[in-house]
């Protein structure tokens, strides 16, 4: 448990103790035996009596990230009430569930071969496979979710799921479509990437029946989701594709209207728009640092750091409404690691 005694440190949002860049680990230290239980439940909560569900579930899970939409749970928890909550480690493993349900979903629309340098569940099996298991994460989800006696928590994800279901089906409308607007973009990546955020950090302020936060921990997420897709999509004209675990350009290629390839639309005319224009519509490109360098040169990429630095700030600032603590500075070390990925 951290120590209580030191919240006056974070009293201005500042660590005092270290101007060093943090890490992710830090960060996960402050609620590091809560992870630690959430991390096995993840897998442990999941009981086919199909060898393949297990076995695929064991795969995909395995290959996952760094559970931050749990961590950010579990830190938003302890902002609620500093203590150990078996419920809230509950339902962080719950929204990691989630999560890897939709990349392998993701991972079947896009046809990919590889997530995070490890062969996907459709590459190791196959496409209705990878489906169909994670269909089946998604219906184990919401039967931990029963557990809960919760009906305000079950509607808030049940909303949220189909939120996310949504988003990914506009950004399938809208692909290969040069004519896509920074709104559609914004409505795509509220679906698809900030709402997992938002209910990871919403969820539990229902759990602790504490309203008094559940309004800021839905800006906190939504604004922190935001830019971190934004900050995703910079990277891919600008990322080390062994980094990123996808090839530089990617989705150039797949027609996905990123804000980058929407804003450089804007900013191209002649030769160079058309150039691109047939690049999004057609994802056939002989050599995508044709493309990538007409993206970097646009100024679109400029644009959108300016747009992740003011989702960000929005995140912060809504952060900043909450008591200080190593939690509360958790979510604002969160939110600088996401920015440091630009730089």
Not at 77 to 89: E, H, L, N, V
Not at 149 to 164: A, E, N, R, V, Y
Not at 210 to 221: N, S
Not at 240 to 258: F, H, Q, R, W, Y
Request: charged share 20%; proline share 4%; with cysteine.
């Amino acid at each position: 448990m951290a120590a209580r005694d030191d919240h006056a440190q974070y009293a201005d949002g500042v660590k005092a103790t270290n101007s060093n860049p943090v890490t992710y680990q830090q960060i996960q230290a402050v609620v590091a035996d809560d992870f630690t239980t959430m991390d096995q439940q993840v897998f442990g909560t999941l009981n086919s009596r199909v060898k393949l569900v297990m076995a695929v579930s064991q795969h995909v899970i395995d290959a996952g990230g760094k559970r931050m939409r749990p961590l950010i749970s579990l830190l938003c928890s302890r902002i609620c009430d500093d203590r150990p909550s078996a419920k809230a480690m509950r339902l962080g493993a719950i929204t990691e569930m989630l999560h890897t349900a939709t990349l392998v979903h993701d991972d079947v629309i896009d046809a990919s071969g590889m997530r995070r340098g490890k062969p996907t569940a459709n590459a190791t099996w196959d496409n209705p496979t990878a489906v169909l298991v994670g269909d089946y994460l998604i219906a184990r989800a919401f039967n931990l979710l029963v557990e809960f006696g919760s009906l305000p928590l079950l509607k808030l994800f049940s909303d949220g799921t189909c939120d996310i279901a949504e988003g990914e089906v506009l950004q399938l409308q809208h692909q290969h479509d040069p004519e896509a607007t920074e709104s559609d973009y914004m409505r795509i990546i509220d679906g698809k990437t900030s709402r997992l955020f938002m209910l990871a950090a919403q969820g539990v302020s229902i759990l602790h029946n504490r309203p008094e936060y559940e309004a800021t921990f839905v800006t906190f997420g939504q604004h922190f989701g935001n830019a971190f897709q934004i900050i995703d999509d910079i990277l891919d004209f600008t990322g080390d594709s062994a980094v990123l675990g996808k090839n530089v350009g990617d989705d150039i290629a797949e027609g996905k209207p990123t804000l980058p390839l929407i804003k450089a639309l804007e900013f191209t005319e002649g030769d160079t728009h058309e150039t691109l224009r047939l690049a999004i519509q057609t994802g056939k490109v002989t050599d995508a640092s044709v493309i990538i360098d007409i993206v970097q040169a646009s100024g679109a990429l400029d644009y959108c750091r300016d747009k992740a630095e003011h989702e960000s700030q929005l995140a912060r600032a809504s952060v900043l409404t909450l008591p200080p603590s190593p939690y509360r500075q958790g979510l604002l070390d969160l939110i600088e690691l996401a920015q440091q990925r630009l730089y």
